[in-house]
């Protein structure tokens, strides 16, 4: 065997091997792409319905608004009320009589009571349904800020699979040019055993 043809030899294959390692690493770097892509559309998904779900907690917020005010003006309504039931003119003490019989409370004292008890009622009210609105509050609070991790962690792997895609290319790229070279080397090889 000729000593040209022997270095041809090696030269040729050193560059298949080099081939397949690129060739490897090619198909490496696909499968990363397709893996972040993949884990993207999953946190996209997750973001998505975080974010419908903040949606309907919006839509029960906004419904819950008209009771709560309602709640606070029948509240000031009853604070006025009681503010006048208070502001009335207390009438003088009657003159001690020879026989003491037992004495009722004014009727304005049991007005204030009575209007005092409905208050209090119209308070507790308006505390539940402030409460509820805050535990509404939060889970759209929530939601939201899942949506926004999800998307978040979307776009960073949409990065990975970008510089994946990236790496891939160089690859495919050196690649195309071994397989060029091996391809020449070859070409150059039978065009000179047919001479």
């Given at each position: 065997?000729?000593?040209?043809?022997?270095w041809?030899?090696?030269?040729?294959?050193?560059l298949?091997?080099?081939?397949?390692?690129?060739?490897?690493?090619?198909?490496?770097?696909?499968?990363k792409?397709?893996?972040?892509?993949?884990?993207a559309?999953?946190?996209?998904?997750?973001?998505?319905?975080?974010?419908?779900?903040?949606?309907?907690?919006?839509?029960?917020v906004?419904?819950q608004?008209?009771?709560?005010q309602?709640d606070?003006?029948q509240?000031?309504?009853?604070?006025?009320?009681?503010?006048?039931l208070?502001?009335?003119p207390?009438?003088?003490?009657?003159?001690?009589?020879?026989?003491p019989?037992?004495?009722a409370?004014?009727?304005?004292?049991v007005?204030?009571?009575?209007?005092?008890?409905?208050?209090?009622?119209?308070q507790?009210?308006?505390?539940?349904?402030?409460?509820?609105?805050?535990h509404?509050?939060?889970?759209?609070?929530?939601?939201w800020h899942?949506?926004?991790?999800?998307?978040s962690?979307e776009a960073?792997?949409?990065?990975?699979?970008?510089?994946?895609q990236i790496?891939?290319?160089k690859?495919?790229?050196w690649?195309?040019r071994i397989?060029?070279?091996?391809?020449?080397?070859?070409?150059?090889?039978?065009g000179?055993?047919l001479?």
């Open positions: 065997m000729n000593p040209i043809m022997k041809l030899g090696i030269a040729a294959l050193a298949g091997c080099g081939w397949a390692v690129f060739r490897f690493e090619a198909g490496h770097a696909t499968a792409v397709a893996a972040a892509v993949a884990q559309e999953q946190q996209h998904v997750a973001a998505v319905a975080s974010a419908a779900q903040g949606a309907v907690y919006d839509q029960q906004q419904a608004a008209p009771k709560i309602n606070s003006a509240v000031a309504a009853l604070r006025a009320q009681l503010a006048a208070r502001s009335r207390v009438p003088p003490p009657a003159a001690p009589g020879p026989d019989q037992p004495v409370p004014p009727p304005d004292l007005a204030v009571v009575a209007q005092q008890d409905l208050l209090i009622k119209a507790d009210v308006q505390i539940q349904d402030q409460a509820v609105q805050i509404t509050l939060t889970l759209d609070r929530d939601a899942t949506a926004y991790d999800s998307s962690k960073s792997l949409r990065q990975i699979a970008l510089e994946a790496a891939a290319t690859a495919s790229r690649q195309g397989e060029g070279f091996v391809v020449g080397i070859g070409a150059g090889y039978l000179g055993k001479k």
